[in-house]
């Protein structure tokens, strides 16, 4: 009995030891710069779901990826701007035409803000938009379907930076020309830059039902780079904000040639003015060429059409329509505060911030206090705007977002930090390491009036020793802090595709909501669709051959044809005749110079195939459907170009 | 002693509860969460767009409530959703019925759960065997392998089509496969 009472009392103390110290990954014992519950923060159960999608741009893959916060998932990748032959985007018969342009197809881009669609000044799921850089383009695509619905080029514009920013109840999407250039384009010495080259501002006005896109009219600025923009809200609803740099108008070695003024400019344009302008008829129309690309979800397909012209306004003339507002340094970020008041330009090169009052632009404005032209355009006195500065926060400002709570965060490229500082202020509050050098950040809704400042995803440019190293090539990071207590907290590294610039992210629920499952099989309208099995078959008109095919678990119809010949054109036109969630069918033919399909339960998809060779040869289902997916499988018989045998096709030889 | 055993208690569960912040820990309470959230598997997904499928159809049958019941008994739910494709031979209740009186009592108790699941799973088949695919069968003189791997022989004069002598009493089209309602429980 002593004994035992003995042994009991050691295991006491043993487990009056191990509640002691057991606890030392587990509490906030000041591990670092992650707190010991960091994993705890950012872990989804099996099952449940995140709390915020992550609308990440994919950079120069040209896609949009979609993650989830705080877990960071990658849920899907959805093509925009680049060919994916995962979902058969760009190498399908219908999305071909999406990637169209008036420089013909052109299968790549480089893909770099996206935002959401706004409904009094708050995201409202519906949309989400992004620009394509390198051909100007901007894309919109559904909340519902998580596809890509249409893609309009943007003319007289080269280089499609600030881009693609919504007004307050997305009346607009504006994209600003980075590289100015001739307009209309012209054989020029590139030394006449100064003067001749102009910056195109497009204003793009979306359809409220349908989301469709229209070039409404576009801006012709003086020859700066248009860097990037923000709408103003609340009291400043009706103007948008454009960073400039070279306002040198250098056209060679602009490292150094763009870097002589002290101050570059925010445009602000009123662009209610300029609506009013285009309803009186103050424009000049303008001979050019640029595609409209449009996916029609009751066809599955897309159209693409040749624009013709497009409505110039010139701001030299028409004085209010636009003021430049003189801010330090070659400014890239350009951000406005959830009440629309402060204008933020980060001069990349400055040594401070500057926020522009609102208030104090309209006074000066009112006021005719103008410190003179440039292009006939006037400039704003700096000290009558300036509405407060962050000084010596950090090296190379970069990107502003918001938490909705009065303070805001700013990256710091080349001290490599996230800074959070309080506007009204300007004091410093915190700041965190990035690793390394940090571009963009986001906090979900932080273009909005109305921020969800729970969380902040900084996009860093360098990633060097952060994960398994990958060769040469690494992959690109993001990083997720928790802002909701005084101080930010590192709680997660992230990976990410191709090099991510803007995101915007919204609460999950708003989203989530919205989800299509299905196509209704009768609603299809695809021209080459079949609604059930008996409507399957084979047609030929001279060498061109198309297979009206379904699928169903777990087999294709027709799975056997006769018939074909060398030099044939065959149009495989499939229809997933399933009408249940998550149940798609693949289809790919060997030899065929194509991607496979992968097509949504109740739609069709088309791929085309050249046989090359004499012989039978199999298709198959690219996508586990089902038990029975192996089984999934057909033949087709090629003969030679002068053979007699007979176009047949057969299911379970009937 | 007593008070110490007490004391001892109360540290251990002092060691293992006081973590519920660690990831270790809350790990284990995540593992009991997930399978609260989905307890039937994918039986438990709510979705009311897609085409409805084998066990929602069978639910919304008046005829088929003790099928459903012992579905549910043998906690095969799972099965009837699964993307298949299948074709369940679903005995009306009537067919349940007409088994020896007290049969499917027994069967529903708990620890006849395994039978129950055999004597069900007999009824599916992978594959889609609608009344076109249940005539072609019996022509070319094929037979229905069944979940159990048993196979079923299909017989049929005109309208007149048995599965192992089942009648096939109607036939219904499903987002995962096909209900063929039989007027007998096919056993062994």
């Known amino acids: 009995m002593k004994n035992q009472s003995k042994f009991l009392f050691y295991l006491l103390s043993l487990a009056a030891l191990l509640v002691t110290f057991s606890c030392g990954q587990g509490g906030d014992a000041g591990k670092g710069a992650i707190g010991g519950n960091a994993a705890q923060r950012v872990y989804v159960n099996p099952g449940e779901h995140d709390e915020f999608y992550a609308f990440i741009s994919g950079g120069f893959s040209g896609q949009l990826s979609v993650y989830g916060l705080p877990s960071g998932r990658l849920f899907r990748v959805i093509p925009v701007f680049s060919q994916d032959p995962e979902k058969a985007y760009g190498y399908n018969e219908e999305t071909k035409p999406l990637l169209n342009t008036s420089f013909g197809f052109v299968p790549w881009d480089d893909a770099h803000h996206p935002d959401l669609s706004q409904t009094n000044g708050e995201i409202d799921g519906r949309w989400v938009f992004i620009n394509g850089n390198n051909t100007p383009r901007i894309a919109r695509i559904s909340l519902a379907t998580f596809e890509t619905e249409e893609i309009i080029e943007l003319p007289n514009s080269a280089g499609n930076h600030s881009s693609s920013f919504v007004t307050e109840n997305t009346e607009y999407v504006v994209a600003g020309t980075r590289f100015s250039v001739p307009v209309p384009q012209a054989d020029l010495p590139i030394s006449e830059y100064k003067g001749k080259f102009k910056g195109a501002i497009s204003f793009i006005k979306v359809d409220q039902e349908s989301g469709r896109m229209n070039l409404d009219f576009q801006i012709m600025m003086p020859g700066f780079n248009y860097d990037l923009a923000h709408p103003g809200r609340g009291k400043s609803h009706g103007w948008m904000f454009f960073t400039t740099y070279n306002t040198e108008e250098a056209s060679t070695l602009l490292e150094v040639n763009a870097s002589q003024n002290d101050k570059d400019f925010i445009a602000a344009i009123n662009w209610k003015m300029a609506e009013e302008l285009i309803a009186k008829g103050e424009f000049t129309t303008m001979p050019t060429e640029y595609a409209h690309n449009v996916y029609d979800e009751a066809t599955h397909s897309a159209t693409s059409t040749i624009k013709k012209e497009v409505r110039v306004i010139d701001p030299s003339k028409y004085p209010g329509l636009v003021y430049l507002l003189p801010t330090p340094k070659s400014p890239h970020g350009m951000d406005v505060d959830p009440t629309g008041e402060y204008i933020i330009g980060s001069g990349k090169l400055a040594a401070s911030m500057t926020a522009h009052s609102f208030t104090k632009m309209q006074d000066a404005i009112a006021n005719k206090k103008f410190d003179g032209d440039a292009y006939g355009i006037p400039i704003l006195n700096y000290d009558d705007i300036v509405g407060g500065q962050v000084t010596q926060a950090g090296l190379g400002p970069l990107h502003t977002e918001f938490d909705g709570e009065g303070n805001a965060y700013t990256t710091f490229f080349i001290s490599s930090e996230v800074v959070k500082w309080k506007l009204g202020t300007w004091e410093v509050l915190d700041r965190q390491p990035c690793y390394y050098s940090v571009g963009h950040l986001m906090i979900p809704g932080g273009n909005s009036q109305k921020p969800f400042g729970k969380y902040l995803v900084a996009m860093n440019k360098i990633t060097k020793d952060r994960y398994l190293p990958t060769g040469p090539e690494l992959t690109q990071s993001a990083q997720l802090y928790d802002i909701s207590g005084d101080k930010m907290q590192l709680l997660l590294d992230f990976p990410t595709i191709g090099e991510p610039h803007y995101a915007a992210g919204a609460p999950a629920d708003l989203i989530k909501k919205r989800q299509t499952k299905i196509y209704k099989l009768e609603e299809n309208m695809h021209p080459y669709a079949v609604k059930n099995e008996k409507e399957t078959r084979v047609e030929r008109d001279g060498n061109v051959v198309r297979i009206y095919m379904s699928t169903i678990r777990s087999h294709f119809a027709p799975d056997n044809i006769e018939g074909i010949k060398v030099g044939d054109k065959v149009y495989f036109h499939v229809t997933n005749l399933e009408q249940d969630y998550d149940v798609p069918h693949g289809i790919s033919m060997i030899g065929a110079n194509t991607s496979e399909l992968l097509i949504m339960p109740g739609q069709t998809e088309t791929f085309v195939w050249e046989p090359k060779r004499v012989g039978v040869w199999p298709f198959y289902c690219t996508d586990f459907c089902s038990a029975l997916h192996q089984e999934m499988q057909g033949y087709i018989r090629v003969s030679p170009k002068d053979s007699n045998v007979k176009l047949s096709w057969s299911l379970d030889g009937e | ?188």
């Open chain 2, 1 to 188: 002693m007593k008070y110490l055993s007490t004391s001892l208690f109360v540290l251990l569960a002092l060691v293992l509860w006081s973590c519920g912040g660690s990831p270790a820990a809350n790990q284990a309470s995540s593992d009991e969460r997930a399978a609260v959230s989905h307890p039937k598997g994918q039986a438990s997904v709510s979705d009311d767009v897609s085409a409805k499928n084998i066990l929602q159809v069978a639910a919304g049958s008046p005829d088929h409530t003790t099928l459903v019941t012992a579905v549910q008994a043998a906690e095969i739910e799972h099965v009837l959703v699964n993307a298949g494709p299948l074709t369940v031979f679903a005995p009306n209740n009537a067919a349940f019925d007409a088994l020896p009186e007290g049969t499917v009592p027994d069967l529903l108790k708990p620890e006849n759960k395994a039978k129950l699941a055999e004597i069900l799973t007999r009824h599916a088949a992978p594959g889609s065997f609608d009344v076109e695919g249940l005539k072609k069968e019996a022509r070319k003189g094929r037979k229905i392998y069944t979940a159990t791997g048993d196979y079923l022989e299909v017989v049929v004069n005109d309208d007149d089509i048995r599965v192992a002598g089942a009648k096939v009493i109607g036939t219904i089209q499903t987002s995962n496969g096909i209900i063929n309602v039989v007027d007998k429980v096919i056993l062994p």
